[in-house]
């Protein structure tokens, strides 16, 4: 062994933060023969009024600031950890420890996704490395394979499931009958969901975690802005019964696709997939990602997505990474790799097929009426079904062949004309390969 030891400043000690400090506290013994040194928290930083409570927390040789600049200005210090959250803050912080020439690992998906080009070519410029495999599927690795071991292929779709929180709703209201109500209420219950879920509920947490696949995946920057996205809230049981009645499964989706000579297109919405893909079995608060490369075809990525534990592994991985390049004194060799510049294809110009569930009148030619709409506008039907026929009114069911978005709501807004209509009550979209 060197006889080294790597000092780590933690910037953060909340759910992730105490999580990291189990994880570097149970490893330290198996640091020296993993990395080829020894490796240790010297400093946390936290708010002024929560020191106490650190104090009590962590070990007594570990000095509890509450300052960043206690971290950025102690030349021992070679590696920081932010798992503080938050985006102006954690900027400033990671920014003056780069420019200290301390390489940085952080967890926060809201700033790698809106900044993380800043953050990267502050890296680059300060010689340093800047890691966050953390920032997506908590404790899947999915960073690191995209940059380096599919590093070989052309990936052409990243896909998947990246929202804990969401998939236990889905799982719940699929598997027990609850309602999106009694499922929320229920992950809040357990943790799952913050005393605010907007973020889960509405899509922006995965709307973040496709952006910075898609940038890495595609090579060319992908942001929070870029990315389509619709929530869970307006999906219902009624929903989840037609779909399994025609072999599907609802689940949240986040894809990012890249065709070649085409650009990128990039959403967040719940999909219909078929009931025998793998996505359709992963319940729970689990996530998986797919990756279809020309090399490699398809492989998947499984795991919790979220949690102290599991976010803190893919924290200290990078903790160690580092601290591996340091020992053969070599800092930035994984680089920012979004040399190209692909444009976004606006949601109207993506293909899908599409479900929607509609109430009409029940009499001869509605059928017909309806699927001329769909004609005149270059939409062709699937599949159909008719049922809960109650007086004059029906419901009816239909899915639709793989369309561009724009035709669809073309027929869409045509159909809202229509007198023998009396509701569309959902459109959601149907995963095609």
Do not use: W
Request: charge should be negative; proline fraction near 3%; hydrophobic fraction near 45%.
């Amino acid at each position: 062994m060197s006889g080294k030891v790597i000092k780590v400043g933690l910037m953060g000690l909340g759910t992730v933060g105490t999580g990291v400090y189990k994880v570097m506290e149970n490893q330290r013994s198996e640091f020296p023969h993993k990395i080829g040194a020894e490796m240790e928290i010297t400093k946390i930083l936290v708010r002024e009024n929560a020191m106490e409570d650190a104090k009590a927390r962590v070990r007594s040789d570990i000095q509890v600031v509450g300052s960043y600049e206690d971290i950025v200005n102690d030349p021992e210090i070679d590696i920081v950890v932010e798992v503080m959250g938050g985006i102006d803050f954690a900027k400033k912080c990671i920014l003056a420890c780069l420019n200290a020439g301390k390489s940085v690992v952080t967890a926060n998906k809201d700033l790698v996704a809106v900044h993380g080009r800043e953050l990267l070519d502050a890296a680059a410029a300060n010689g340093c490395d800047f890691l966050f495999e953390a920032s997506v599927a908590g404790a899947i690795p999915i960073i690191r394979p995209l940059k380096q071991c599919l590093a070989a292929n052309n990936i052409s779709e990243v896909m998947g499931i990246v929202n804990g929180t969401t998939n236990y709703i889905l799982t719940k209201m699929t598997l027990e009958g609850m309602t999106f109500e009694e499922a929320l209420a229920k992950a809040t219950e357990l943790g799952y969901a913050e005393a605010d879920p907007t973020a889960d509920i509405e899509g922006l947490d995965a709307a973040r975690k496709v952006a910075i696949m898609g940038s890495i995946a595609f090579n060319s920057r992908v942001v929070l802005d870029d990315v389509y996205v619709e929530g869970i809230t307006k999906l219902t049981a009624e929903d989840i019964s037609y779909a399994t009645e025609m072999g599907y499964t609802i689940k949240l989706l986040g894809v990012a696709r890249h065709a070649e000579g085409d650009g990128i297109e990039v959403r967040v919405h719940p999909m219909l997939i078929p009931s025998s893909h793998p996505l359709a079995t992963v319940n729970d608060s689990f996530n998986a990602v797919f990756v279809h490369g020309d090399a490699v075809d398809d492989v998947m990525f499984y795991g919790r997505g979220a949690g102290e534990l599991p976010t803190a592994s893919a924290v200290v991985g990078d903790v160690m990474d580092i601290a591996r390049n340091m020992m053969y004194n070599c800092k930035g060799r994984i680089h920012c790799s979004c040399y190209k510049d692909i444009p976004i294809k606006a949601i109207d110009d993506c293909r899908s097929s599409y479900f929607i569930r509609m109430q009409a009148m029940n009499r001869p030619g509605v059928l017909a009426a309806i699927s001329g709409v769909f004609g005149e506008n270059n939409v062709s039907i699937a599949q159909f079904i008719q049922k809960n026929a109650v007086d004059e009114e029906a419901e009816m069911v239909l899915i639709t062949e793989n369309v561009l978005e724009k035709d669809f709501r073309k027929a869409v807004d045509a159909l809202r004309e229509m007198p023998i209509l009396k509701e569309i009550s959902a459109i959601i979209r149907v995963y095609s390969a």
